[in-house]
């Protein structure tokens, strides 16, 4: 092998889905229907705002309550009576504070909609077996971490030939790896690894797999 062949870096970039659909991914024993993905509970966040909203509302009914029964309201809602009162609407304070809050609230709403667990990638559904006994009925839902899944699809990587190390990272839509080679044709190796990993995303059960893309080049040790 000469220097140039050395020195040359192959690159494929291919989505699973297609192959998958018409290899072993697509057969029959796949079950039909939208799998959709985890929703987090969120419980930490909704608790914080929880205690703030209670915080606020609380405050502001003492001081209204307190202003009914004859004292003085609070200096800070003095203040900021003073200023909404005096300043315009086109104010810069005003636009302002008001954009501020409007982004916050779209912000909200958005992370409310938003499923979350991003790092949990949700798999296939169990085939249909033989109807289950009463009370039995619970429906199974399996899903398996981003980096679990590359640590997986890493050591598939490990087994090709000519592979001296290599590193998968998982993502939503799209699968990376990177490998070194310090024997063989880089395209051999690149195959074969495009293959393996293949398989290797076939076998984790994924309700959504994502675009793989493979990318080998030749390790410093090997060039030297």
Do not use: C
Request: hydrophobic content about 45%; proline content about 6%; aromatic content about 4%.
């Amino acid at each position: 092998m000469n220097a140039d062949q050395k020195m040359r870096q192959s690159t494929s970039a291919s989505a699973y889905g297609a192959r998958a659909g018409a290899g072993a991914g697509s057969g029959a024993g796949d079950p039909p229907g939208r799998v959709r993905r985890f929703w987090s509970e969120r419980r930490v966040p909704a608790g914080i705002a929880a205690l703030v909203i209670a915080a606020v509302s609380g405050l502001l009914l003492y001081d209204v309550a307190a202003v009914r029964s004859g004292r003085r309201a609070m200096r800070w809602r003095d203040w900021l009576a003073d200023e909404l009162a005096s300043r315009p609407l086109d104010n810069a304070w005003v636009v302002g504070g008001a954009a501020l809050l409007a982004a916050l609230g779209v912000g909200m709403v958005i992370l409310a909609m938003a499923p979350g667990l991003r790092g949990l990638l949700p798999m296939r559904a169990p085939e249909p077996g033989p109807e289950p006994e009463s009370g039995a009925g619970a429906v199974v839902r399996a899903g398996i971490d981003r980096t679990s899944a590359g640590l997986v699809l890493r050591d598939r990587a490990m087994e090709v030939p000519g592979v001296r190390s290599a590193r998968v990272d998982v993502g939503r839509r799209r699968i990376r790896a990177r490998a070194l080679a310090h024997f063989r044709d880089l395209d051999e190796v690149r195959a074969d690894l495009d293959a393996a990993l293949h398989e290797g995303i076939r076998q984790l059960g994924l309700a959504r797999p994502p675009a793989l893309s493979v990318h080998v080049r030749r390790s410093a040790k090997s060039k030297g």
